[in-house]
């Protein structure tokens, strides 16, 4: 996954759907603090053309160098002067719950303040296959999938982390995912692979279909129950808007819906709801061809079986999406990272654009329309953007999954400028719980800012490793 930094647009607020009643709605903005108060939007975003390279140079912290890690000693990252950083929760460490991390760290967010000062973050852990859940039977999904999620707390005062332990357990493929206003952390499965079916030339041992959502609380374990009717299909991540509930959901497939899930009960997915999928009036297909800030009016249709997984007589992957399109929704090209901010959803189109190396999209669900903010140029400028998230300061954060060495976080400041802000510079010769290889090839993902914006947290999904990092943060940056 590919993980950078871009900008948001301040819009006036408009009237939201009267489905959910004031009451309801004053109670999802009041507790929104952790799934979208760091992310506020505080300036208009510009229209994000493609800058030109001495435009990127004259932006940004400063040029990157080796930094040191607190935690190690290690050079594991770049960054900008004035900036350092810690790291933990590596592939292999012992959490306080008696079992060994898990590898390859994926989508993560803060999601609650339990007292002054202690983050609780959850962290999805990308593992499928035939495998042990990570936390044995216990309040295991599957016992024989190997995917979940880890919480850790972190006391953002003195920079250090307290407490960890397994959260999901009996998952598949938890890619990313998304925290809700009301403190939980909505884990997606990206596979619908099931007892029998083959992964890697290997028969797997499921117990279970797969391909669902999980809500994760901020302490203790989950309960492993499925939310059906948030639909079966290659999920990557989600994001809600708190004046309304509604639930945002990402696929990653070449050919790829966005969703929307209406709860029945704001605030209470178990309780079911009606699955949907984004229709253009006026475009089939977004993939390539659009210009940027091309705006496009936005309907939605209903998808009527939302366990189907595949279409019939087929093993594709796309049973939800084929319903979804023939009743004339949108193709998106992989879409991966959702956030949302407080006036739209912002989601990444990963191989999107003319040049197939990433868009961003602004949906505006008060004014049912969507837009195309940034389309990458060339995999130099910014390859294969996937999880993002905003920070306080009004800044988009985006991972980078491409090619490059090294793989890069980028930030595009609220006035539309992308540049770099760190590079992966993981080189490890045993000194880490025996782990050697040159790492910097790796993708970034699961970055999130603390709600004040002192810290922002993120991984290298292998050999997995939690970083937080902290700085001089500047207001027209991010």
Same mark, same amino acid.
């Not at 505080?42 to 935690?71: E, I, N, Y």
């Given at each position: 996954?590919?993980?950078?930094?871009?900008?948001?647009?301040?819009?006036?607020?408009? %009237?939201?759907?009267?489905?959910?009643?004031?009451?309801?709605?004053?109670?999802?903005?009041?507790?929104?603090?952790?799934?979208?108060?760091?992310?506020?939007? /505080?300036?208009?975003?510009?229209?994000? *053309?493609?800058?030109?390279?001495?435009?990127? %140079?004259?932006?940004?912290?400063?040029?990157?160098?080796?930094? /040191?890690?607190?935690?190690?000693?290690?050079?594991?990252?770049?960054?900008?002067?004035?900036?350092?950083?810690? /790291?933990?929760?590596?592939?292999?460490?012992?959490?306080?719950?008696?079992?060994?991390?898990?590898?390859?760290?994926?989508?993560?967010?803060?999601?609650?303040?339990?007292?002054?000062?202690?983050?609780?973050?959850?962290?999805?852990?990308?593992?499928?296959?035939?495998?042990?859940?990570?936390?044995?039977?216990?309040?295991?999904?599957?016992?024989?999938?190997?995917?979940?999620?880890?919480?850790?707390?972190?006391?953002?005062?003195?920079?250090?982390?307290?407490?960890?332990?397994?959260?999901?357990?009996?998952?598949?493929?938890?890619?990313?995912?998304?925290?809700?206003?009301?403190?939980?952390?909505?884990?997606?499965?990206?596979?619908? *692979?099931?007892?029998?079916?083959?992964?890697?030339?290997?028969?797997? +041992?499921?117990?279970?279909?797969?391909?669902?959502?999980?809500?994760?609380?901020?302490?203790?374990?989950?309960?492993?129950?499925?939310?059906?009717?948030?639909?079966?299909?290659?999920?990557?991540?989600?994001?809600?808007?708190?004046? /309304?509930?509604?639930?945002?959901?990402?696929?990653?497939?070449?050919?790829?819906?966005?969703?929307?899930?209406?709860?029945?009960?704001?605030?209470?997915?178990?309780?079911?709801?009606?699955?949907?999928?984004?229709?253009?009036?006026?475009?089939?297909?977004?993939?390539?061809?659009?210009?940027?800030?091309?705006?496009?009016?936005?309907?939605?249709?209903?998808?009527?079986?939302?366990?189907?997984?595949?279409?019939?007589?087929?093993?594709?992957?796309?049973?939800?999406?084929?319903?979804?399109?023939?009743?004339?929704?949108?193709?998106?090209?992989?879409?991966?990272?959702?956030?949302?901010?407080?006036?739209?959803?912002?989601?990444?189109?990963? +191989?999107?654009?003319?040049?197939?190396?990433?868009?961003?999209?602004?949906?505006?669900?008060?004014?049912?329309?969507?837009?195309?903010?940034?389309?990458?140029?060339?995999?130099?400028?910014?390859?294969?953007?996937?999880?993002?998230?905003?920070?306080?300061?009004?800044?988009?954060?985006?991972?980078?999954?491409?090619?490059?060495?090294?793989?890069?976080?980028?930030?595009?400041?609220?006035?539309?400028?992308?540049?770099?802000?760190?590079?992966? +510079?993981?080189?490890?010769?045993?000194?880490?719980?025996?782990?050697?290889?040159?790492?910097?090839?790796?993708?970034?993902?699961?970055?999130?800012?603390?709600?004040?914006?002192?810290?922002?947290?993120?991984?290298?999904?292998?050999?997995?490793?939690?970083?937080?990092?902290?700085?001089?943060?500047?207001?027209?940056?991010?």
């Amino acid at each position: 996954m590919a993980k950078l930094f871009l900008g948001f647009i301040k819009m006036p607020r408009e %009237s939201h759907s009267k489905s959910v009643r004031s009451s309801e709605r004053r109670r999802f903005l009041q507790q929104a603090t952790f799934g979208l108060g760091s992310i506020a939007i /505080t300036t208009p975003f510009r229209s994000l *053309l493609a800058a030109a390279p001495d435009h990127r %140079s004259s932006v940004g912290f400063g040029k990157l160098r080796p930094v /040191t890690d607190s935690t190690t000693g290690l050079e594991l990252l770049q960054l900008p002067e004035g900036f350092r950083y810690s /790291t933990f929760g590596w592939t292999g460490d012992p959490m306080d719950d008696g079992n060994l991390t898990p590898g390859s760290h994926d989508g993560m967010a803060v999601i609650a303040e339990t007292s002054p000062g202690r983050l609780v973050l959850c962290r999805n852990h990308e593992l499928n296959g035939n495998g042990r859940s990570i936390a044995g039977d216990k309040l295991s999904f599957d016992a024989n999938a190997p995917g979940g999620c880890t919480n850790l707390v972190f006391d953002s005062e003195e920079g250090r982390l307290i407490k960890s332990w397994c959260s999901l357990s009996g998952t598949a493929n938890n890619c990313a995912g998304g925290p809700t206003p009301w403190g939980t952390w909505l884990s997606c499965e990206e596979t619908v *692979l099931g007892p029998s079916d083959d992964y890697d030339g290997d028969r797997l +041992n499921f117990q279970n279909q797969h391909g669902w959502i999980f809500e994760v609380p901020a302490e203790g374990i989950a309960r492993p129950v499925p939310l059906k009717e948030m639909g079966r299909f290659v999920h990557e991540a989600v994001a809600i808007d708190p004046a /309304t509930g509604i639930v945002y959901e990402t696929e990653d497939r070449q050919t790829a819906g966005f969703y929307r899930f209406t709860p029945n009960t704001p605030g209470k997915l178990i309780d079911g709801g009606k699955l949907q999928m984004m229709k253009l009036p006026k475009r089939k297909d977004v993939r390539s061809g659009v210009q940027v800030d091309q705006v496009f009016d936005v309907q939605w249709v209903d998808i009527d079986n939302p366990l189907q997984a595949h279409s019939p007589g087929e093993q594709d992957a796309l049973g939800v999406f084929r319903q979804g399109k023939e009743k004339g929704g949108v193709t998106f090209a992989r879409l991966e990272g959702c956030w949302a901010g407080r006036d739209g959803i912002y989601l990444v189109s990963t +191989n999107g654009g003319d040049a197939g190396v990433g868009q961003i999209w602004e949906y505006s669900p008060s004014k049912e329309q969507l837009r195309l903010l940034f389309e990458s140029p060339s995999p130099q400028v910014l390859e294969k953007p996937d999880n993002l998230t905003v920070s306080p300061r009004g800044g988009l954060v985006l991972c980078e999954d491409g090619d490059q060495l090294p793989q890069r976080l980028h930030g595009l400041t609220p006035d539309g400028s992308l540049f770099p802000f760190a590079a992966n +510079n993981i080189v490890l010769h045993g000194e880490k719980n025996g782990i050697q290889g040159d790492f910097r090839d790796q993708e970034w993902a699961g970055a999130t800012f603390s709600p004040d914006g002192k810290w922002l947290f993120v991984n290298i999904q292998t050999p997995g490793v939690t970083f937080a990092i902290t700085g001089p943060w500047a207001d027209e940056l991010i």
